[in-house]
C-alpha cells in the first residue's frame, strides 16, 4: 500500500464536505494565541495554523468557482470576503476606539490614530514594519489594534489572488485542458510558495523584527495550505497513518509555544513548525478510526469555539491591551487573566450570533457592487476619526513650535536663580504630542555618504552653509542627537555649521554600547561605527560633540564606556576636539504616563539626582582623557540639587522614559553657550 491511499482521480475534484475537525483546529489555534498572549506573551503559532487554513479555503473557493462557471468573479469573490470579515471587524475597532479614549493617556493618542487608520486599511502589518525600522516608535507600547497584523495579510492575499486566479484562467480558457490548467495552479503557486519561503529566510535573518510583519515572508504559510488544497485535499491516509499525523499535529502544535520563541525566530524556517502541524491535521482529516485525532477536534465545545474563534481573536487582545493599561500592569494577575478570557468569549459569542451571521446573511442578499458600497460606507466614521485625530494632533504641535519663545516657558532657564517666579501654566507640549518631539531640524538637508571601501551607508545632516565660521559635527545615538536643537539655536546666532551623524542606538565608539550581538540592526551598527571616525575626519570640524556619559536606570549605573574613549583618542590623534557631554537622566518608568496617573503637578515623577548620577565621575576620568577631549557636566541643565523635575519651566522634559524633548533641549542653549565657551574659547 502506498503512503498515501488516493480515492480521487488523477486531477482531483476539490469537495467542499463540511469538516469537523478543522473547526477543532481553529478552536485549538485561537485558544492557544488567547492562553499564550494573556498568561505567558509568547508566540503560540496558532496564527501560523489561521494562515494556512485562510491558504486551504481560498483555494477550495477559486476552484469552486472555476468548476462550475469556468471563471473566476472578481468582484464577487472580493464582496464575499469583505462582507465576511469588515462587519466584526469594525465593531471591534470602533469598540477599541471609543474604550482606548477612556483608558489611553494622551500621551498614546497619536499611536491610536495611526493605527486605527492602518487597521482600518487593513495595513496594519504594513504599520508595525514601519515601526519596526523607526528608532522613535521603539518606545511605544502595543496597539490595542496591533493584532490586525495577521488579518492584514490574509485580506490582502484574498484581494489579490482572485484578480490573479481570473486572469491566468482567462489566459488558459479554450487553450488547454482543465489538467493542464491545474497543473499550471500548482506549478504556480509552488513557485510562489517556494520563492516566498526563501525569502523568508533571508528577510528573517536580515531583520527578524521587519519579516515577522511583512506579506511576502509570510505568504508561504498560506502557500501551504493552499498546496495541501490543490494536491492533497481529496487524499485520503491509511487508518494509522491518519492517527499518527493527526495526533502528532495536534500535539507539537501545543507544543511549539513552549519550545520556540517565535517571537524572535519566525517567520523563518522556524516556522515551519506549527505550518507543518496545521497540514498534518489537514491530512489527517477523520481518519485515524476511532483513534482518530477528529474524535477530539469534533467535540462539540471546540466546535462552538471554533465558530466564534474570528471574533474570539479579534476581541481578546484589545480586552487584554486596555486592561494592562488601566490597572497599570506589565502582564495580568490570575484574576484578571480570567477576567480577560472570559469577557472575550462572551463579546466574541455575542458579536458572532447578533453582528458576524446576520451581516454576513444580509450582506450577501445583495448585489456584490451594493454589499461592497456598504461595507465601505461603514468605514468612513472610522477612518473620518482617525484622520481627524491626526490634523488634530498636527495642529498641536504647531501650537508647541509657536510657543517656543515664549517668555512663560523658559524650560531650562527656569533652574538659573535669575529665571525664579515663573508663573504656572500648563505645561509644554501639551501630553497629546509630546511623544512627537523628537529632535528634528526642519531646515537641515541630508545626504547618504556611501563609503566604497567598506559595506553600509552614512547619512549626514548639515544645517548652515559651508562658508560658515565654524563647523561642529554632532555624532551618535539619540541621546547624542538631543543636542541638535540646543546647538542649531546657538549656530543660527553665531554663524556656525551643524553637521549632525546619527543612528538610533549606535554611538562613536569601538564597541557596542546598547545594541547586543545577535539583536537586529547589530551587524549594520558594526559597520557604521567602523567608518565613522574617517566620515568625521574628512569633514574637518571644529568641534566633535558626542555623548561623554552612559545614564542607566539605578543609583551607580553611570559609566564613561570604554569604547568611547577609544574612539575618542582616534580622533585626538588626527587633531580635531571632542567635547562628551554627559548624558541626561533615565527614568524606572514611562514619564508620560506616570504623570498622566499621577498629575503635572505632582513630584511622584520626578527623580532624585543620586538615583541617575555617579558622584564624582567626571572628576575620575578626566586625567585619562585623550588630549583635546573634555566632558561637560550637563546635570544642571536637568536637575536642582535634591530633584530631576519631569516638568521645568512649564516645558515637559521627558518624551518616553529616556528621551528629553525638543522643545525642553532647545531651552538649555542659554545653559549650554557659557559651558561651551569655557572649553572652546569661542
Known amino acids: 500500500m502506498s503512503l498515501l491511499d488516493q480515492k480521487s482521480p488523477p486531477a482531483p475534484v476539490l469537495t467542499r464536505r463540511h469538516r469537523t475537525e478543522i473547526e477543532g483546529l481553529r478552536a485549538l489555534a485561537v485558544a492557544l494565541v488567547v492562553g499564550y498572549h494573556v498568561f505567558s506573551g509568547r508566540v503560540s503559532g496558532g496564527v ?123 489566459l488558459l480558457r479554450g487553450r488547454t485542458g482543465r489538467v493542464t490548467g491545474r497543473q499550471a495552479a500548482v506549478a504556480g503557486v509552488a513557485a510562489v510558495t517556494g520563492a516566498s519561503f526563501a525569502w523568508s529566510l533571508v528577510s528573517t535573518a536580515a531583520d527578524q523584527q521587519v519579516a515577522y510583519f511583512s506579506t511576502l515572508p509570510r505568504l508561504w504559510e498560506l502557500g501551504a495550505g493552499a498546496l495541501v488544497a490543490l494536491l492533497l485535499a481529496d487524499a485520503r491516509p491509511g487508518p494509522r497513518l491518519a492517527a499518527a499525523l493527526g495526533w502528532g499535529g495536534v500535539v507539537a502544535l501545543v507544543a511549539c509555544g ?111 457592487v451594493a454589499a461592497l458600497g456598504v461595507v465601505l460606507a461603514c468605514t468612513l466614521p472610522l477612518l473620518g476619526s482617525g484622520l481627524g485625530t491626526v490634523a488634530w494632533l498636527d495642529r498641536e504641535t504647531a501650537r508647541v513650535a509657536a510657543a517656543a519663545a515664549d517668555p512663560a516657558y523658559p524650560g531650562a532657564a527656569a533652574l538659573l536663580s535669575a529665571a525664579a517666579g515663573v508663573p504656572v501654566r500648563d505645561p509644554l507640549p501639551p501630553p497629546s504630542v509630546v511623544r512627537d518631539d523628537w529632535p528634528r531640524l526642519a531646515s537641515q538637508d541630508c545626504t547618504v555618504q556611501e563609503d566604497p571601501t567598506a559595506p553600509g551607508e552614512t547619512e549626514l545632516c548639515v544645517l548652515g552653509g559651508d562658508d560658515s565660521e565654524r563647523r561642529i559635527v554632532v555624532v551618535g545615538d539619540s541621546h547624542a542627537a538631543q543636542w541638535i536643537p540646543p546647538l542649531a539655536a546657538l549656530a543660527e546666532d553665531r554663524s556656525w555649521q551643524v553637521v549632525s551623524i546619527v543612528r538610533g542606538g549606535c554611538n562613536l565608539s569601538t564597541e557596542s554600547e546598547f545594541i547586543e550581538e545577535g539583536w537586529p540592526g547589530y ?100 586625567p585619562g582623557l585623550p588630549a583635546g577631549v573634555d566632558l561637560l557636566d550637563t546635570r544642571s541643565f536637568f536637575c536642582a540639587d535634591d530633584t530631576c523635575p519631569v516638568v521645568v519651566g512649564n516645558v515637559r522634559v521627558f518624551l518616553d522614559r529616556q528621551h528629553v524633548t525638543a522643545t525642553y533641549m532647545r531651552s538649555t542653549a542659554p545653559l549650554l553657550a557659557p559651558r561651551l565657551q569655557e572649553l572652546t574659547g569661542w
Open 48 to 170: 501560523d495554523v489561521f494562515l494556512v487554513l485562510s491558504g486551504f479555503f481560498l483555494v477550495l473557493t477559486l476552484q469552486g468557482q472555476l468548476r462550475r462557471t469556468g471563471r473566476v468573479g472578481v468582484l464577487a469573490t472580493v464582496s464575499r470576503t469583505l462582507t465576511r470579515l469588515l462587519p466584526v471587524s469594525l465593531l471591534v475597532l470602533a469598540t477599541t476606539l471609543v474604550v482606548s479614549a477612556l483608558v489611553v493617556p494622551q500621551s498614546r493618542w497619536r499611536e491610536i490614530a495611526l493605527h486605527l487608520l492602518a487597521s482600518t486599511t487593513f495595513r496594519e502589518n504594513h504599520r508595525l514594519v514601519q515601526e519596526a525600522v523607526d528608532y522613535s516608535a521603539s518606545n511605544a507600547a502595543a496597539s490595542p489594534f496591533q493584532h490586525f497584523w495577521s488579518l492584514s495579510i490574509q485580506l490582502q492575499v484574498m484581494v489579490v489572488s482572485p484578480v490573479v486566479v481570473a486572469a491566468a484562467a482567462a
Open 258 to 368: 513552549t519550545l520556540v520563541d517565535g517571537a524572535r525566530l519566525f517567520p523563518g524556517w522556524q516556522a515551519a513548525w506549527p505550518v507543518a502541524c496545521a497540514v498534518a491535521v489537514l491530512l489527517a482529516g477523520d481518519g485515524g478510526g476511532r483513534w482518530g485525532v477528529h474524535r477530539l477536534l469534533s467535540l462539540p465545545l471546540l466546535g462552538d469555539l471554533g465558530r466564534i474563534s474570528f471574533s474570539l481573536y479579534l476581541w481578546h487582545w484589545p480586552v487584554l491591551v486596555l486592561y494592562l493599561v488601566h490597572t497599570g500592569r506589565e502582564s495580568p494577575s490570575a484574576h484578571g487573566a480570567v477576567a480577560v478570557i472570559a469577557l472575550s468569549c462572551v463579546l466574541a459569542a455575542l458579536t458572532t450570533r447578533l453582528v458576524e451571521q446576520p451581516s454576513t446573511r444580509g450582506l450577501r442578499r445583495l448585489r456584490p
Open 523 to 622: 551587524e549594520e551598527c558594526v559597520t557604521w561605527r567602523a567608518g565613522l571616525v574617517p566620515t568625521i575626519v574628512s569633514l574637518a570640524p571644529d568641534l566633535v560633540v558626542a555623548l561623554g556619559t552612559r545614564t542607566g536606570y539605578a543609583p551607580g549605573e553611570e559609566t564613561v564606556p570604554p569604547g568611547f574613549v577609544a574612539a575618542w583618542q582616534q580622533l585626538s590623534d588626527a587633531g580635531l576636539r571632542v567635547v562628551g557631554m554627559r548624558d541626561s537622566p533615565r527614568h524606572p518608568d514611562d514619564v508620560p504616563d506616570c504623570t498622566a496617573a499621577a498629575g503635572t503637578d505632582s513630584t511622584a515623577c520626578d527623580i532624585a539626582p543620586s538615583a541617575v548620577y555617579t558622584e564624582g565621575l567626571l572628576e575620575t576620568v578626566a
